[in-house]
């Protein structure tokens, strides 16, 4: 059975820092692109930052770039997302997804996690 399981998350202040951790299992974890999504509260789900299946490529939100890093240990099936000089505005729900493209049958198939709350406030 497929199963992401994100953890990490809390309180933390403005200017703060955090380090959520996903771990997969019941899929071949290095075949698959993972990242991480966020949904605060009265918002649309938005993705914050993404790594390729062996790691060679990442992009990020531009609300996000130079603060958060994102990383994924293939051996642990596990992504990171190491979160620095958190805002208010960052406080929302963080989701781990997988995705895989299947060319010839032109389908993307995503996992979710079941999400982890970062509240930043003073």
């Known amino acids: 059975q497929v199963e992401l399981v994100e953890s990490g998350g809390g309180l933390v202040q403005p200017g703060g820092s955090l380090r959520l951790s996903c771990a997969a299992s019941g899929f071949t974890f290095s075949t698959y692109d993972m990242s991480w999504h966020r949904q605060a509260p009265g918002k649309e789900r938005e993705l914050v930052a993404g790594?390729?299946?062996?790691?060679?490529?990442?992009n990020y939100a531009d609300s996000v770039k130079g603060r958060f890093t994102i990383s994924r240990d293939n051996a642990k099936n596990t992504v990171y997302l190491q979160m620095n000089n958190l805002k208010p505005e960052d406080t929302a729900v963080y989701y781990c997804n997988a995705a895989r493209v299947f060319a010839i049958a032109r389908t993307r198939v995503n996992y979710w996690g079941k999400g982890t709350l970062v509240t930043v406030s003073s």
């Open positions: 790594i390729t299946n062996v790691g060679a490529n990442t």
